[in-house]
């Protein structure tokens, strides 16, 4: 069966970093639009753009690879999106589709609406979609394959337009369901930035510690401590970005997890191994529910790749089975 024609003509891409990488290679293999135009700040990304073939074309300023472009998906740190948006906003082409991907919303319509002119559509996403490495060679585009993008369109927003922007993330092998942009950001808070908040915090601790050393810290990381250590590895300036702009339900978020905690601290200060038993099995439930949606892998050990078992040894004695 042949493949759908493209969905847009002209893709700009600002920004190629893990996810606009990922998503120049997913629309070049689906065929979701016929050219791809880039523009990245680093004067080395650029050249690493070009040598990786991600795009037709990659240009020095964003308001450049925004020429004539139907459908321009902004991929930078959420901190600088509204700069950006300021940037382009005068060279953007009437009917035109600007998005995002940034991991918080409310702060996205708020920075880059006011830059958006009349007869452009301002649709911001959310593909929740990554992992801790970063720059053009770290995408790929199995990257968004059964994950969700999330849109969070203004309310006056084309419903046409927003299918066709959806139909686009469909067609990357992404789910996608659209919701208010201040309701993602509190459901994000809880599935994605309180966790980071808490895995940057546990790596600090391991790292202060002053009765253990950083060489017992990494040779005996424990499955969710190297867990944690990933989470922890990603770009600090997206993170930075990300807290600042949705500080209002992170906060909320640790608020809850903080008078959970104290829970727990009180329950192991006074031995009670039914309250301890009866959270840990409520939290089980939860992790078997996202393997039942296939949103993770059932595998062991979360899916690890484990090395076989070393070549035996020559043995320095035999065992004789006469007395």
């Known amino acids: 069966m042949s493949k759908p024609g493209p969905i847009f003509n002209h893709l700009a891409l600002i920004g190629v970093g893990l996810i606009g990488s990922s998503i120049a290679r997913a629309a070049r293999a689906q065929g979701a639009v016929r050219k791809i135009t880039a523009s990245a700040r680093s004067p080395a990304t650029r050249r690493r753009v070009a040598e990786l073939g991600l795009a037709d074309q990659v240009l020095e300023t964003n ?10 998906i902004v991929c930078v740190p959420v901190g600088a999106c509204g700069e950006v948006a300021r940037e382009i906003g ?22 880059m609406g006011p830059h958006i002119p009349n007869g452009v559509h301002f649709v911001p996403a959310h593909p929740v979609a990554g992992t801790e490495h970063s720059g053009p060679d770290a995408g790929f585009a199995e990257l968004f394959v059964g994950r969700w993008c999330i849109l969070t369109p203004p309310d006056n927003a084309d419903p046409a337009v927003i299918e066709r922007l959806a139909a686009f993330w469909r067609l990357l092998g992404a789910n996608v369901e659209s919701m208010p942009a201040e309701h993602h950001d509190l459901v994000l808070a809880i599935t994605s930035h309180l966790p980071h908040l808490i895995a940057y915090t546990i790596v600090g ?20 401590f190297r867990d944690f250590t990933r989470i922890a590895a990603s ?11 949705n500080k209002d339900a992170v906060l909320e978020m640790l608020g809850t997890f903080n008078e959970d905690l104290s829970q727990l601290t009180r329950a192991i200060r006074r031995g009670d191994g039914a309250a301890l038993f009866d959270h840990f099995t409520r939290t089980r439930a939860i992790r078997r529910g996202i393997v039942e949606i296939g ?14 078992l070393p070549a035996e040894l020559p043995r320095p004695y035999a065992v004789s089975d006469e007395n």
């Open 90 to 111: 005068d060279r953007l082409k009437p009917g035109a589709v600007v998005s995002d991907v940034g991991s918080v919303k409310a702060a996205i319509v708020r920075d």
């Open 295 to 308: 949103q993770d892998s059932p595998a062991p050990d979360f899916g690890r790749a484990h090395p076989g």
């Open 235 to 245: 770009d600090p300036t997206m993170w930075r970005d990300v807290f600042l702009a």
């Open 63 to 72: 308001a450049a690879a925004v020429d004539g472009a139907d459908l321009v």
């Open 205 to 224: 601790t391991a790292d202060e510690l002053a009765e253990v050393t950083r060489s017992e810290v990494l040779k005996f990381s424990a499955g969710g």
